[in-house]
């Protein structure tokens, strides 16, 4: 199983970015998706996720900031980020949950300059 995060990069605060997450290995289709980041020195917090039916849900700190979709014919999950704030700054990970089984992708560093 392979998830592969890619879009992360420099940007100012009040830009945007889209991360994009291309899965492989599972049955796309079926599976929850969800975009998680870590700052430095901070824990692991969830940004939003997606369920198999296309129903999203989102942290506090992005609500109407960011969007998260997927395509299940190309096997990848989006997240549009707009308004970015300097808080936004982490390393932004994808993980593909079903039942009991779940993997992660490895990380893509978003940093948001003052």
């Known amino acids: 199983v392979q998830l592969q995060a890619s879009g992360g990069g420099l940007v100012q605060a009040g830009g945007s970015l889209r991360l994009s997450c291309a899965a492989s290995g599972i049955t796309f289709s079926i599976y929850e998706m969800a975009w998680y980041r870590q700052a430095p020195g901070k824990q692991r917090e969830l940004v939003a996720r997606?369920?198999?039916?296309?129903?999203?849900d989102y942290g506090d700190s992005v609500k109407g900031r960011f969007s998260m979709s997927r395509d299940n014919a190309k096997s990848t999950v989006y997240l549009q980020m707009n308004r970015l704030k300097p808080e936004d700054t982490a390393v932004y990970s994808c993980?593909?949950?079903?039942?009991?089984?779940?993997?992660w992708g490895q990380g893509t560093l978003v940093t948001v300059s003052s």
């Open positions: 993980n593909a949950r079903r039942d009991y089984n779940g993997y």
């Open positions: 997606i369920t198999s039916r296309g129903m999203t």
